[in-house]
């Protein structure tokens, strides 16, 4: 973080001088402290987010084959006459403890279409779904599973 923050104050400034290069040292640590006592920041928690990088990037891949293929499943349902829909509201518990990956994977079901996410109280999620073959398997879906890594990795219980 150190030297992004020199590299950024050498770049702002478009040239360098023995005194913008001191100035710049003792900016840039005076920004890294501050970072450090006031913003919560540590290299532990930056090197921890490197290593969940692959997999947040992995969430969002997936999150968007889940919307294409939950896209084409609507289709499906909407424009067939011949099939009559059967919505319902599903319960189902994760075993998510941290408040973002919850909040993500309610978002997560909610933008997939058909699913509606209508509350979540701790770890128990109420969901509306436009079929009744939209809630199979909802509660140890791709989301949970990869939420359930990332959440280990941000925890430091990699396994």
Same mark, same amino acid.
């Given at each position: 973080?150190?030297?992004?923050?020199?590299?950024?104050?050498?770049?702002?400034?478009?040239?360098?001088?023995?005194?913008?290069?001191?100035?710049?040292?003792?900016?840039?640590?005076?920004?890294?402290?501050?970072?450090?006592?006031?913003?919560?920041?540590?290299?532990?928690?930056?090197?921890?987010?490197?290593?969940?990088?692959?997999?947040?990037?992995?969430?969002?891949? $997936?999150? /968007?084959?889940?919307?294409?293929?939950?896209?084409?499943?609507?289709?499906?349902?909407?424009?067939?006459?011949?099939?009559?829909?059967e919505p319902m509201i599903v319960k189902f518990k994760t075993d998510l403890k941290d408040d973002t990956c919850?909040?993500?994977?309610?978002?997560?079901?909610?933008?997939?279409?058909?699913?509606?996410?209508?509350? $979540?109280?701790?770890?128990?999620?109420?969901?509306?779904?436009?079929?009744?073959?939209?809630?199979?398997? /909802?509660?140890?879906?791709?989301?949970?599973?990869?939420?359930?890594?990332?959440?280990?990795?941000?925890?430091?219980?990699?396994?």
């Amino acid at each position: 973080m150190l030297v992004l923050l020199f590299l950024a104050w050498i770049i702002f400034n478009a040239n360098i001088t023995l005194e913008i290069a001191i100035f710049g040292i003792v900016i840039t640590v005076v920004i890294f402290v501050f970072l450090c006592k006031c913003m919560n920041y540590s290299l532990k928690k930056e090197l921890n987010f490197y290593r969940l990088l692959p997999l947040i990037v992995a969430y969002f891949f $997936v999150l /968007m084959w889940e919307i294409v293929k939950a896209n084409f499943a609507m289709l499906r349902l909407v424009v067939l006459d011949k099939y009559e829909n059967e919505p319902m509201i599903v319960k189902f518990k994760t075993d998510l403890k941290d408040d973002t990956c919850r909040a993500v994977l309610a978002n997560s079901i909610t933008l997939t279409p058909g699913t509606i996410t209508v509350d $979540v109280k701790e770890n128990i999620y109420t969901v509306h779904c436009f079929d009744k073959d939209m809630a199979d398997g /909802m509660e140890d879906s791709v989301f949970v599973n990869l939420l359930t890594k990332i959440e280990k990795i941000k925890n430091g219980r990699e396994s």
